[in-house]
């Protein structure tokens, strides 16, 4: 894999073509032209869109500059990894087969050189999220994913503009998780390298900042673009950072 890797994830953006939306995206092409300077690989966390689906005769026409965005990156032999979250899951061969991105359905393993890496978007993990689990397999189900996909895309982007709950996140005191919550996550995420032989984890989903070390292992929380911008690097020497573009 082409070093410096460049991670982010929860950028959410929106079915909106308002100036908050478009000083979002401003920022995102900006990232996207130093990755295109430096060259390297980038790596989504999920959830890139805070609504994506690939109906039978269309994907929401307010993406068309991002993904054209993706599209030219990967022209410039950028090669992006996405892995897909409970907001863009419904996603059917599209993104890779006109914007070139590798799509992954399920969490992403990787080793750069002699590090072992672990992305995972990270919805469902924790304890008290048991009906979200239960209805994650339901909404991911052939049955009702066929359903959603006869809707017309138009409808469906009415209907996700009623039931998104991401505008409340744009409040810069929004918290997201507890204490409580934070540790079971570091917890999950501390066990399962321990038993993996993992290297480094980094999660998205919970719009939570911060890289944590354990001895020689990395805990990373990769942040958001609602009100962090947060960028997670892996430089060509091997060294891990975190800012805010």
Known sequence: ???????ISDNHFM?????????????????F?????TGGTLI??????DFWLQSFIGVPKYYNDLLEALKNLSKQNIVIHYVLGNHDY???G???KKYKCIIHKGDLSLKIDDISIFIT?????????K??????????????VLMVRLIPISIMTMIARKITDTKKKFDKNYIGINKQQKEELENFAFEKMNNDNLDVLLMGHYHQTGIIDDDDKKFIHLGDWINQFTVTILDESKNWSQKRW
Do not use: A
Not at 19 to 24: H, L
């Open 1 to 7: 894999m082409q070093l410096p890797v460049y991670f």
């Open 15 to 31: 079915l909106e073509t308002n100036s908050s939306e478009k000083k979002r995206r401003e920022k995102l092409f900006n990232l």
């Open 33 to 37: 032209e130093n990755i295109s300077k």
């Open 44 to 49: 989504i966390g999920g959830d890139f869109f």
């Open 90 to 92: 419904w996603d059917f």
């Open 94 to 96: 599209i993104l890779n």
């Open 121 to 129: 978007h990270g919805d469902g993990l924790l304890k008290n999220d």
């Open 131 to 144: 009906m979200y689990r239960f209805m994650k397999k339901i909404i991911r189900s052939k049955v009702f």
